[in-house]
């Protein structure tokens, strides 16, 4: 099973000096900053997903790239642009249904995506397809109660699907098709799937599923099962299920992706730092100048700027000296706790800094960024410290993967079948 990490420009700079917060003045974003599989000496993931809606931006929702890195990537290809030799990653398209969820229908045609896919030597290419907004199981017991959107929606991503793979059929490029799956219920994704596999593909991904629990998703894939070909290989998209991959792999799932490992670094309340066996909750240090909230109350007389620069130049101090081994834990957890209660004094983490700190996880870590920067991972502090988090989080999230897949492994034939 094949783990593909979606692309959002999610760079880190080499340059930054995490002692002086500052990085080069000669730093060009793209040429020198790293992508994951560059900062790592192992592999982190087996390929890329790169979404047309993120490259272009649609809507509200603004590109990841400047229009010089989308006019590079269109030129060099996708290969080249994310320097993925000599790893030789696979690099699958999609159009980014989500980002256009809203409109009536997709704002993509065939021939711009097939354009778009050419163009990057993509290794797959995602069919056009439009989100059905909602999970109803009842419906199988009533189809005449579907709504009409959801109808539509369906009807509009199985028409495209048939235009793509008629387009591919007829220009022949290089790329493999991969048909999408919408649904709104167990069955509906199966016809679905039975429709697309009647029209010639052999791949198919299942989209819509990211808000999906987990026993809703596989009981989609029972129902895809009794119609799905042995050959037909499935994938899905946005959605992380570790623990159940037996039940994946028994239904056909061949691949999937996600970015919640990265995410969870800086969007989760507590789960932010991955180890093989649990997450810790980062040590939140924010940056006075760069803490909107605590700016705000500086603004408004609430609290003295200076404090709040002493209190953060305290905790930062004692943290260093913690991690060499020059100040006692409860030393350093008092000025972590103090300059956390002056930015949120509702909130009593002391504990929870207590236990990350005790274990000082990054220190057992064996991959590239924790050896680097050691307990700098930990800190929730400024988005060149946050993304390496995220970036750990990813190389530990794949090496669970590789670990339950090689149980699975010795489940089904007795021996190891995956080495990391």
Same mark, same amino acid.
């Given at each position: ?209 990211? +808000?999906?629990?987990? =026993?809703? %998703?596989? #009981?989609?894939? $029972?129902?895809?099962?009794?119609? &799905?070909?042995? *050959? ?59 803490? +909107?909230?605590?700016? =705000?109350? %500086?603004? #408004?007389?609430? $609290?003295?700027?200076?404090?709040? &620069?002493?209190? *953060? ?108």
């Amino acid at each position: 099973m094949k783990f593909f990490f979606p692309d959002s420009q999610d760079f880190v700079d080499p340059s930054f000096d995490f002692e002086r917060e500052s990085r080069s003045p000669d730093r060009v974003r793209h040429r020198d900053d790293l992508y994951a599989h560059e900062v790592f000496s192992s592999t982190v993931y087996d390929g890329l997903l790169v979404s047309k809606g993120i490259v272009d931006g649609y809507g509200n929702g603004s590109s990841r790239y400047t229009m010089a890195q989308r006019h590079r990537l269109l030129r060099v290809g996708a290969p080249e642009f994310f320097r993925t030799d000599p790893r030789n990653l696979p690099i699958m398209g999609d159009c980014g249904a989500f980002t256009y969820v809203r409109e009536a229908v997709p704002p993509y045609t065939v021939d711009e995506v097939m354009q778009f896919y050419v163009e990057c030597a993509f290794d797959f290419g995602i069919s056009v397809d439009h989100v059905i907004l909602a999970y109803q199981p009842k419906f199988d017991e009533a189809p005449d109660a579907v709504p009409s959107d959801f109808r539509l929606r369906l009807e509009i991503t199985l028409q495209l699907a048939s235009e793509f793979l008629a387009r591919h059929r007829a220009i022949k490029p290089e790329f493999e098709p991969v048909g999408v799956a919408q649904g709104w219920s167990p069955l509906s994704y199966a016809r679905a799937v039975q429709a697309l596999q009647q029209m010639g593909y052999t791949y198919i991904a299942l989209g819509g599923m990211v +808000p999906l629990k987990t =026993k809703e %998703i596989i #009981s989609c894939l $029972v129902a895809i099962a009794d119609v &799905r070909k042995p *050959e037909t290989k499935l994938h899905l998209l946005g959605v992380t299920r570790t623990d159940h991959l037996e039940a994946f792999a028994r239904y056909g799932v061949a691949s999937f992706d996600s970015t919640s490992p990265l995410r969870r670094a800086f969007k989760d309340d507590k789960d932010n730092y991955y180890t093989l066996d649990r997450t810790y909750t980062a040590v939140r240090v924010p940056q006075v100048e760069g803490n +909107p909230q605590l700016q =705000k109350r %500086i603004k #408004s007389g609430q $609290v003295s700027q200076d404090r709040a &620069r002493q209190l *953060e130049k305290s905790c930062l101090a004692s943290l260093k000296k913690f991690a060499a081994g020059e100040c006692p834990l409860e030393q350093a957890l008092e000025a972590v706790v103090a300059y956390d209660n002056f930015c949120q004094p509702e909130r009593d983490m002391r504990e929870v800094y207590r236990e990350v700190l005790t274990d000082r996880p990054w220190s057992h870590c064996h991959c590239d960024v924790c050896r680097s920067i050691g307990y700098h991972v930990i800190l929730f502090r400024g988005a060149e410290r946050n993304r390496r988090r995220g970036l750990h989080n990813v190389w530990v999230f794949y090496r669970r993967l590789q670990r339950e897949l090689e149980v699975l492994g010795e489940d089904r034939a007795g021996s190891k079948v995956v080495t990391v």
